[in-house]
């Protein structure tokens, strides 16, 4: 049995038209309303234009009255086509605004409901960059609003005038409709070239918009410059900038070249259309009022059908394109999960735990068995690579297991909602975010669903030595008439930041890059005080910090290689004492913790 393809054609316009209205049900009405008064209009004009030329061919047998109530009509007609062009753009830009506003919610909600490790695979990237692509350039709102001209603009237009010519003459009307059927046609063939250009640039797209980024953003600015890498940069930009243009004009000439021959038939249907016309004229079959009248519909008709086949149905087919990538993308289905909040005093455990990132074969962890008591502060450590950060994303529910499965307080990772497992859990990454708030709303980020406790930003700030003359209101971005921070002062925010966050597990993932051995040690022994009772995953290797663990976890090549405390590590003499005693030259004046 043939299914319905959700993304063809037909169903996309259902779809679009569907939510144009749905989003803006009143406002919507308004503008289709009066968009339909102005196709009702053209077709009227058309009308009254010819009895006004016929009483004026006629003036002797027609009184003066007439005449003007004629020329009354069709100069009313004029101002209210005018009028209502004038409204139907302001209520349609309105409209667009209002609907393009709430796609761009609902779609940053989709993407917050999907699975982290997704962000991982770069078929999902790809994905995403063609729904953002559609959402950045109001492809939904175009495309709905041409949609819909064409439905109660054009199409309304096109049949009043129709049954018109048809009144004069069916010949006439059917000359006219065979011309256009193969230029509509070639326009609504587009669709796959379209497709197939898409297709063509997404990846390039995606490094186009990375090294833009590069060269015009602020992070790697000074690193770029120094480094004198701006201009390789540059050069990579043009590169995919060039890959993009060259299959963009590749497909447009292809569709120019197949679409001029078509145009040549319509024109040929307007030349018959006009012989016809004229005839019909010299037989006397048509009033010379009719003649004029239809002679500037006929212009019109071609002018019309002209911009709706090169404007409307061109762009329409692109972004026809855009908004199927955009509703396959907001389609994609995250399965229904339990909504049960993880008791931390039934600890973590993973059995026999596998994980591999998204298209490759190697396992970042692979058969890995571990328990966390409730309570117990837990060190990660070993070398780059070993799936350490990996580990903590798959306890923490971040990542989902290939295989085996993760509990979280008596709760399946893969069957809880995200959310609910998140409630119970604070984290420090080292690739904290930077936000260009207040130093306030910096720390408060945390746990924004917490009304707003002063004294305890002020205290989580007071415990990582945050500098008290940078007031809470002070904005953190020079973009916006702010300060920027050190890289030192960034981590200790993010360190006040998941302190703030009301949490029963907390982890520390690599948090200390920016902040000398001397601060470190510092820093962790505040993270012992203020993990006291509650469960604890510490991330690093820097091995000076781990002796405040209940255990150690020695990860290599994605397998537990040791468990134990510092002291029975080093007596086994195994990887983590071979580890210890390469790093013993930084923590040999003091700086251990103990």
């Known amino acids: 049995m043939k299914t319905n393809n959700p993304y063809n054609n037909r169903s996309i316009i259902v779809r679009s038209i569907f939510d144009y209205f749905n989003k803006a049900p009143l406002m919507g009405g308004v503008e289709q309303s009066v968009a339909l008064i102005r196709g009702l209009l053209w077709g009227g004009s058309i009308y009254t234009t010819q009895k006004l030329f016929d009483s004026l061919l006629n003036y002797e047998a027609q009184s003066y009255r007439i005449i003007m109530s004629w020329f009354i009509v069709v100069i009313m007609i004029l101002f209210l086509q005018q009028l209502l062009g004038g409204l139907s753009s302001y209520l349609l830009s309105h409209v667009s605004y209002t609907n393009m506003g709430k796609y761009m919610v609902e779609f940053q909600q989709k993407i917050g409901q999907m699975s982290p490790e997704k962000f991982e695979d770069s078929v999902f990237l790809d994905q995403l960059n063609k729904a953002k692509e559609c959402i950045e350039y109001e492809s939904l709102g175009h495309f709905s609003s041409i949609c819909l001209q064409v439905i109660t603009y054009y199409s309304v237009f096109l049949v009043a005038v129709g049954i018109y010519l048809f009144s004069l003459s069916p010949v006439l009307l059917i000359v006219i409709l065979l011309g256009f059927v193969?230029?509509?046609?070639?326009?609504?063939?587009?669709?796959?070239?379209?497709?197939?250009?898409?297709?063509?640039?997404?990846?390039?797209?995606?490094?186009?918009?990375?090294?833009?980024?590069?060269?015009?953003?602020?992070?790697?600015?000074?690193?770029?410059?120094?480094?004198?890498?701006?201009?390789?940069?540059?050069?990579r930009f043009v590169q995919t900038l060039t890959v993009m243009t060259q299959n963009k004009w590749h497909t447009e000439r292809n569709i120019a070249v197949k679409q001029m021959g078509l145009d040549v038939v319509s024109f040929l249907g307007l030349g018959l259309s006009l012989y016809i016309l004229v005839i019909f004229t010299l037989d006397g079959q048509m009033t010379v009022g009719a003649f004029a009248s239809v002679f500037i519909a006929l212009t019109h008709i071609f002018s019309i059908i002209d911009e709706m086949l090169s404007v409307y149905l061109k762009n329409g087919n692109k972004l026809m394109v855009e908004v199927a990538n955009f509703y396959r993308f907001m389609d994609i289905n995250e399965p229904q999960k339990e909504t049960r909040v993880p008791n931390l005093e039934e600890g973590i455990q993973l059995k026999a735990v596998s994980f591999s990132y998204p298209h490759t074969k190697r396992y970042a962890v692979e058969n890995l068995s571990l328990t966390v008591n409730p309570g117990e502060t837990i060190a990660i450590v070993g070398e780059n690579g070993s799936g350490k950060?990996?580990?903590?994303?798959?306890?923490?529910?971040?990542?989902?297991?290939?295989?085996?499965?993760?509990?979280?307080?008596?709760?399946?990772?893969?069957?809880?909602?995200?959310?609910?497992?998140?409630?119970?859990?604070?984290?420090?990454?080292?690739?904290?975010?930077?936000?260009?708030?207040?130093?306030?709303?910096?720390v408060r980020i945390s746990d924004l669903n917490e009304e707003l406790n002063t004294d305890q930003v002020q205290e989580v700030l007071q415990e990582v030595d945050f500098p008290q003359h940078i007031r809470h209101e002070q904005m953190l971005s020079p973009e916006f008439g702010g300060i920027d921070l050190s890289g030192g002062l960034w981590q200790r925010l993010s360190i006040a930041r998941g302190l703030y966050r009301s949490h029963n597990l907390i982890v520390l993932d690599e948090p200390t890059a920016a902040i000398d051995p001397i601060e470190e040690a510092k820093l962790y022994r505040m993270f012992d005080k203020v993990s006291q009772g509650k469960t604890a995953i510490l991330v690093t290797h820097r091995l000076g910090s781990v002796k405040l663990a209940d255990r150690i976890i020695v990860m290599h090549h994605g397998r537990i290689d040791d468990i134990g405390t510092h002291s029975e590590l080093i007596a086994k003499q195994g990887k983590y004492a071979h580890m210890w005693d390469a790093q013993a030259s930084w923590y040999g004046h003091g700086n251990t913790i103990t």
Request: aromatic content about 12%; some cysteine.
């Open 389 to 442: 950060s990996t580990l903590v994303k798959l306890m923490t529910g971040l990542y989902l297991p290939t295989s085996g499965s993760v509990e979280v307080g008596g709760c399946d990772t893969r069957l809880v909602e995200p959310t609910m497992l998140f409630s119970q859990i604070s984290a420090i990454f080292q690739n904290y975010g930077r936000y260009k708030l207040t130093l306030e709303e910096n």
């Open 182 to 235: 193969p230029a509509i046609w070639g326009k609504f063939s587009q669709r796959d070239a379209f497709e197939q250009l898409e297709e063509k640039n997404v990846r390039t797209r995606r490094q186009y918009d990375y090294y833009k980024k590069i060269l015009v953003g602020t992070a790697a600015y000074q690193e770029t410059r120094l480094l004198g890498a701006a201009n390789h940069f540059r050069k």
